[in-house]
């Protein structure tokens, strides 16, 4: 398995809402990264997790709330989101050794209404 | 700070070669990427670079200068399903340390 699958592919919210998006490889990567990319946008990272454990949080509003429950999965929560926070968001994995390059998600498209 | 430089748009003709330029300055460095990202979808892995030189897959090519900071991806036979944005990326050291990634280059192809 050389995938990392995201769900839900699509995502429609209101702003009271509470989702999760989803994210999970099978590949033993010990690093997933959570992305939020606007259109015409490269991505920006939120958050990486390493080893399970949370290594980097980029300053993410407390509306998006990362969980790793375990070394294959990573979920990201979302509460009371704003309208400017739609947009795709891509998970990611990697490898500690060797090649670090990056294995994404095909990602999450959300709206926020 | 980190600042990695890219060309913000290109236009080159179907059948033609293209040359997309990257150039870096990185508070380390481990490795330089490229992903081609088609609208609305998930980048995707082209190429990777840690040594000096060409690195040749197909019709992509990436080539790597560390001393001068620099890299470039080059697109032979251009086909028009190769409009997309082109991201460069860097690596800043070993593990598990996310990477950085160039604002990308929009690629259109035209007949």
């Known amino acids: 398995d050389t995938e990392v699958t995201q769900t839900p592919k699509h995502l429609v919210m209101g702003m009271t809402n509470k989702k999760s998006l989803k994210c999970e490889q099978h590949m033993g990567h010990r690093a997933m990264y959570w992305y939020k990319q606007k259109a015409k946008k490269p991505p920006e990272l939120m958050f990486v997790y390493s080893y399970e454990k949370l290594s980097i949080n980029e300053s993410v509003p ?38 670090y390059g990056y294995t994404f998600g095909s990602g999450t498209r959300l709206t926020v209404v | 700070g980190q600042n990695i430089d890219q060309p913000t748009e290109m ?72 409009s997309a944005s082109y991201l460069c990326a860097v690596s800043l050291s070993r593990g598990n340390t996310p990477l950085v990634f160039g604002k990308g280059t929009r690629l259109s192809v035209i007949a």
Not at chain 2, 27 to 56: C, I, K, M, R
């Open chain 1, 62 to 99: 407390s509306r998006f709330s990362p969980e790793c429950p375990n070394s294959s999965l990573l979920n990201l929560h979302l509460h009371a989101l704003q309208p400017e926070d739609s947009a795709l968001y891509l998970c990611a994995s990697s490898q500690e050794t060797g090649f």
């Open chain 2, 11 to 82: 236009t080159a003709t179907e059948g033609a070669i293209v040359q997309i330029n990257c150039t870096y300055q990185t508070s380390g460095f481990n490795g330089l990427f490229w992903y081609q990202q088609h609208a609305g979808e998930a980048p995707t892995f082209l190429s990777y670079n840690v040594l000096d030189g060409l690195e040749e897959k197909g019709r992509f090519s990436s080539f790597l200068s560390r001393s001068k900071g620099y890299s470039y991806l080059l697109l032979k036979e251009l086909q028009m399903k190769d």
